[in-house]
């Protein structure tokens, strides 16, 4: 069952190989390769076959998991499920909207570190545009709002590099996402009448509080895996009780803590939410407003001549820019 994000209202069936199956994702254009030597031959949808066969070596083990016979699971199983984790954290839009945001963001502080109402009144009278004064200052403010054009880059470069940052780099001794994965300890949440859903963004990096959640400072990640099972990995060290989530070694806790992930997983789904035709684990559940990239007002110096704020860039919540 696909359930829209934006309207939970709206569902439908959809056979489980062509739910959130988007043609040409990971496509790459034979024009966009650098050398001609490489052309010859290229399959433009190579890397989605090349995926199809990473995943196949994966299914074994994820079979053992969600059939729940987990002492048959061994060191290659925990390594092909750090592997599956890491390929669905970067498999979807919100992971690139997260690159062209931080490009977008690294570009526009760089202008805007070279730019002064001299230099928007000569880019304005070069491209024929009005340039009095008050013409550069408003193209200055406009450049430094929210309305700075995206910088998107091709999708080849974003393949690529969602690649390097699952499975890491070889040629740079990178282990990509695995490295904030392999040190945690992993755990099955096994609900007792809860059922688990999933969603076209289905691994949640979580910290407690409301900041920024990276890679590396997340203290669960967890997977949903089937309609009775999600992995965690936690952090060894993170209480979650002292935290706010439910303790897995209270007897209720787990379908607690199912009711807690799928609120998260739901909303952050980019398109759609999954669950099992026979279940409903949306049912009465209030999402939030997207999140939405922007500028938080994080912190602010005044002295007698001039007022000094420090913003984040970042995925603020509830969609409003501060």
């Keep these: 069952m696909l359930v829209s994000r934006d309207e939970p209202s709206l569902a439908h069936r959809s056979a489980i190989n062509k739910a959130i199956a988007e043609v040409g994702f990971y496509r790459i254009e034979t024009e966009a390769l650098a050398r001609e030597e490489d052309k010859s031959g290229f399959d433009p949808e190579g890397v989605e076959a090349e995926l199809s066969k990473l ?6 083990t994820i079979q053992k998991l969600v059939e729940r016979r987990f002492a048959a699971i061994d060191d290659n199983d925990w390594y ?5 984790t890491a390929l669905q954290t970067v498999r979807g ?3 690139r909207s997260d690159v ?3 490009i977008t963001q690294s570009v526009r502080t760089q202008v805007l570190d070279g730019l002064d109402e001299e230099k928007a009144h000569a880019a304005l009278a070069l491209q024929g545009k009005p340039s009095t004064a008050a013409d550069a200052a408003a193209f200055v403010e406009d450049l430094a ?3 700075f054009p995206r910088v ?3 999708q080849a470069v974003l393949v690529q590099e969602s690649l390097k940052m699952a499975l890491g780099d070889p040629e740079t001794d990178n282990r990509g996402l695995a490295q904030y994965l392999v040190g945690k300890k992993i755990e099955a949440v096994l609900p007792k009448s809860a059922t688990v859903l999933t969603s076209d963004e289905p691994v949640c990096w979580w910290s407690p509080g409301d900041g920024p959640v990276g890679y590396a400072t997340a203290q669960v990640v967890w997977l949903p895996l089937s309609p009775r099972l999600i992995v965690q990995f936690r952090e060894p060290t993170f209480d979650m009780a002292a935290h706010g989530l439910p ?6 806790a787990n379908d607690e803590l199912v009711a807690f992930v799928n609120r998260v997983v739901a909303s952050q789904a980019e398109r759609w939410i999954v ?3 026979d279940d409903a684990p949306i049912m009465g559940m209030v999402l939030p407003a997207r999140e939405v990239w922007g500028d938080e007002l994080v912190a602010v110096r005044e002295d007698v001549a001039t007022r000094h704020e420090l913003y984040a860039h970042r995925r603020l919540q509830g969609g409003m820019e501060q």
């Design 100 to 102: 062209i945001a931080l």
């Design 275 to 277: 669950h099992h035709p």
């Design 152 to 154: 998107v880059p091709p």
């Design 55 to 60: 995943e196949s070596s994966m299914a074994p």
């Design 93 to 95: 839009h919100r992971w």
């Design 145 to 147: 709002s929210s309305r």
């Design 247 to 252: 303790d897995l070694r209270s007897g209720e």
């Design 80 to 84: 092909r499920l750090i592997q599956f």
